[in-house]
C-alpha cells in the first residue's frame, strides 16, 4: 500500500517536473511557431541565476521564484531584438540560430563560471510515508507546478494581455488592424516563456546537478513533450507530460532510469506515427 | 546517357584529380600526428557529405546524423573485436547504421512527419543512444567479447587491416587514403544518385513535395531512400573516425549532431563540395580555438552559427559562387 503511493507519487512528481520544464517552450512553441533550441540553455541560466542569488545572501525562495525568471526574462528580450526577430517565419533558421545561441551559451558560461558541478540542496526536509520517506521539495513541486499551471491558464483565458495574446496568435494583420504592434506582443510572450523557463531552471536545481551543459539533458524531453502535446499550450503539456511522465516512471521503476528514458522516447515516437499533429491536433481541439 | 549525367562527370574526374594529389602529397609531407588528425579530417568530411546529400538534396533536416556515424563506429569496433579480422567489420559498419536509417525514416516518413517535428525526433533518438551508450559501464553490456565500456568507450578499438589478413594491420598513411578513397566515392555515388532519375525525384520532392505527389511518385518512398544512403554514408564515416581516434559515447553527442549542421550550413546548403570544405575550414577554426585558454570553442561554434544563420543564409560556397558570376557579367 505505501509502495503504491509512493510509486503513484513518483509518477506525478515526474509529470509535474515534466510538466515544468515543458512550459516554457510550449508558450514559445504555441504563440509564435518559433522552436527555441535554447530552451536547455535559458533552463541552465535560471538555474545558475539562484545559485549565483543565493552566494551573495538573497533568501532562497527570492531567488528561486523571482530572480531566475526575472533574470531569464531579461536574456530573453535580448534575444528576441537581436536574433529571434530577424528570422520570423522562417522556422528552420530559427531552429538553427537557436541551436548556435545553445552552444555559445554553453560556452559562454563554462568560460566565465567553470566547468563545475554547483547546486544547493532541497529545502523543506522530507515526509514519511509509511516505512518511506519522500522529499518534501518534490511535493511542493507538484502543488507549484500546479498552481502555475491554473495561473498561466487564467491569465491566458480571462486577462486582456491573454486575450491580445491569443488573439495576435490567431491572426496578427487583423491585431495589427485593431490597433496592437505584433511586434510587441511577440517579444512580451518570447521573455513570458524564457521567464517560465528560468523559473523551471531554477526549481529543478536543487534535484539536479547544475552544470553549463545541463540544458541538453532536459531539451530533448521539453521538446518531446511539446511536440507530443501538439499545438495547444496548456492542454497539449498537461496531456503529453501526463502520459509520457507516466511512461517513464514505470519504465524507471520496472527496469533501469535509462530504460525508462528509453519506453519515454518510445511511446513519444509511435504516438506521432499515429498522430502526427500530436495529441492535442485530434482530441480536445480549439482549447488552450 | 542523359543530359544530367553528362555533366556530371566533370565534377567527378575533377574530384578524383583533388583526391589523387591530396594522397600523394599529405601522406609524405605532414607527420603522423598531424596525417591521423588529417584523417579525422576527411571522416568528418564524409560526414558532412552525408548531410548535404540528406538535407542539402533530400530537404529532410536530420538532428541526428551523428546517430548513424556513433553507430557507425560502435559497430565497427564491436564487430572488429569480435571477429578479430575487419574485414566483415567494415561492410557491417556501414550496413548496421543504414538499416537503423531505415527503420527510423520508414516511422517518420510513413507518418508524415514534417520538417520540424523530424528534427526534434531525429535529435531525439541521438540523445537517447547517447545516454543509452553512456551509461553501459558494467560488465552486463557486452556484445559477444566486446564490452561496451559505457562512459569511456572502447579504447582498444582496433585499426583495419588487409582484407581476409588479420595480422597485416594498415598504417596510419594508408588508413588516410582509405578515407580519401571514402569520401571521393561518396561524392561520385551521390553525385551520380542526383544525375540519375531518382535523385531529380528526390529534388524534386524537396522543391514541392505535393505537386511531386500528385505527379504520381510515392513521396515517402523516395524519402525513406535517400535517408538511407545518408545513414549509410555517416556509418563509413564512423568507422573512419573510429580507426583514427576511438569509438567514445561523445560520437553520438550533441555538440557532433551540431557540428554536423553547422559545416552545412556555413558550406552552403544545396551543394555536395560546398559542405565539404566548411566543414575542413571549421574543424581548423574549432582546432584553433581549441588551444585558446581564454575563449571556449563552444562559443565560437555557436556564434559562428549564429552569424551565418543571419549573415550568409545561403552559405559560403553559393555566396562566392554568386559573386563570381555577377563579377564575370559586369
Redesign the interface.
Known amino acids: 500500500m505505501d509502495l503504491a503511493l509512493i510509486v503513484l507519487l513518483q509518477i506525478v512528481t515526474s509529470i509535474a517536473m515534466l510538466a515544468l520544464i515543458s512550459l516554457g517552450l510550449a508558450v514559445i512553441f504555441g504563440m509564435m511557431r518559433v522552436?527555441n533550441l535554447a530552451h536547455g540553455e535559458f533552463l541552465m541560466l535560471g538555474a545558475y541565476a539562484a545559485i549565483l542569488a543565493t552566494g551573495h545572501g538573497v533568501n532562497l525562495w527570492v531567488s528561486m521564484l523571482l530572480v531566475a525568471p526575472v533574470s531569464v526574462a531579461i536574456v530573453g528580450v535580448v534575444v528576441e531584438r537581436l536574433?529571434i526577430r530577424?528570422?520570423y517565419g522562417r522556422?528552420?533558421?530559427t531552429?538553427?540560430?537557436t541551436?548556435?545561441?545553445?552552444?555559445?551559451?554553453?560556452?559562454?558560461v563554462?568560460?566565465i563560471l567553470g566547468n563545475t558541478n554547483t547546486g544547493f540542496s532541497a529545502p523543506l526536509g522530507s515526509i514519511a510515508i509509511g516505512g518511506f520517506r519522500m522529499s518534501g521539495y518534490e511535493l511542493f513541486l507538484i502543488l507549484f507546478t500546479a498552481v502555475l499551471l491554473a495561473v498561466v491558464f487564467v491569465v491566458f483565458r480571462f486577462t486582456r494581455l491573454g486575450l491580445i495574446a491569443r488573439g495576435t496568435m490567431q491572426n496578427p494583420d487583423m491585431a495589427a488592424a485593431l490597433g496592437i504592434a505584433p511586434s510587441t506582443v511577440y517579444a512580451v510572450t518570447f521573455a513570458v516563456g524564457a521567464a517560465l523557463s528560468g523559473l523551471a531552471g531554477a526549481l529543478i536545481a536543487p534535484l539536479a546537478g547544475v552544470v553549463p551543459t545541463m540544458g541538453?539533458a532536459y531539451i530533448?524531453k521539453a521538446?518531446?513533450t511539446v511536440?507530443t502535446g501538439g499545438a495547444a499550450i496548456l492542454a497539449g503539456t498537461i496531456s503529453a507530460s501526463g502520459l509520457l511522465g507516466a511512461v517513464n516512471t514505470l519504465g524507471s521503476f520496472l527496469a533501469?532510469p535509462?530504460l525508462g528514458?528509453?519506453a519515454l522516447?518510445a511511446a513519444?515516437?509511435v504516438l506521432?506515427?499515429?498522430l502526427?499533429r500530436g495529441i492535442t491536433g485530434r482530441f480536445l481541439k480549439g482549447s488552450l | 546517357m542523359n543530359a544530367a549525367l553528362k555533366t556530371t562527370w566533370g565534377p567527378i574526374a575533377l574530384a578524383a584529380l583533388a583526391a589523387l594529389a591530396v594522397c600523394w602529397f599529405l601522406p609524405a609531407t605532414l607527420e603522423l600526428f598531424a596525417l591521423i588528425n588529417a584523417t579525422v579530417f576527411v571522416s568528418m568530411a564524409i560526414l558532412a557529405l552525408s548531410l548535404a546529400l540528406v538535407w542539402g538534396y533530400g530537404g529532410i533536416l536530420c538532428f541526428g546524423q551523428a546517430a548513424f556515424f556513433g553507430l557507425g563506429g560502435y559497430t565497427y569496433a564491436v564487430a572488429a573485436i569480435n571477429f578479430g579480422d575487419t574485414t566483415g567489420a567494415v561492410p557491417l559498419a556501414i550496413l548496421v547504421p543504414a538499416g537503423f536509417a531505415l527503420l527510423l525514416g520508414y516511422f517518420l516518413f510513413y507518418g508524415r512527419i514534417s520538417d520540424v517535428y523530424l528534427g526534434v525526433i531525429t535529435l531525439t533518438v541521438t540523445l537517447i543512444l547517447f545516454k543509452f551508450i553512456n551509461s553501459t559501464a558494467s560488465d552486463i553490456w557486452t556484445i559477444g567479447t566486446a564490452p561496451l565500456g559505457g562512459f569511456n568507450g572502447i579504447p582498444m578499438t582496433p585499426p583495419l587491416n588487409f582484407p581476409g589478413d588479420m595480422t597485416a594491420m594498415l598504417m596510419p598513411d594508408q588508413i588516410f587514403v582509405l578515407a580519401v578513397i571514402g569520401l571521393f566515392l561518396c561524392y561520385a555515388i551521390a553525385k551520380l544518385i542526383l544525375a540519375s532519375h531518382f535523385g531529380r525525384v528526390v529534388v524534386a520532392v524537396k522543391e514541392n513535395e505535393l505537386r511531386a505527389e500528385l505527379l504520381g511518385y510515392d513521396v515517402r518512398l523516395y524519402k525513406l531512400i535517400i535517408f538511407t544512403v545518408g545513414g549509410a554514408m555517416a556509418g563509413l564515416a564512423g568507422m573512419f573516425f573510429a580507426n583514427c581516434v576511438f569509438v567514445s559515447p561523445t560520437m553520438f553527442s550533441l555538440s557532433y549532431s551540431g557540428q554536423i549542421i553547422i559545416w552545412v550550413i556555413v558550406g552552403g546548403l544545396g551543394t555536395l563540395v560546398g559542405p565539404v570544405i566548411g566543414c575542413i575550414l571549421l574543424q581548423m577554426l574549432t582546432n584553433w580555438a581549441g588551444t585558446l585558454e581564454v575563449i571556449d570553442p563552444n562559443l565560437v561554434l555557436g556564434a559562428i552559427l549564429v552569424i551565418a544563420v543571419l549573415l550568409l543564409p545561403k552559405g559560403l560556397l553559393p555566396t562566392i559562387t554568386g559573386l563570381i558570376r555577377r563579377g564575370d557579367r559586369s
Not at chain 1, 541551436?99 to 559562454?108: C, V
Open positions: 522552436i536574433i530577424r528570422l522556422m528552420i533558421d531552429m538553427l540560430a541551436w548556435g545561441l545553445s552552444l555559445a551559451l554553453i560556452g559562454l563554462t568560460m541538453t530533448a521538446f518531446i511536440i533501469t535509462v528514458e528509453v522516447l513519444a515516437i506521432l506515427r499515429l502526427p
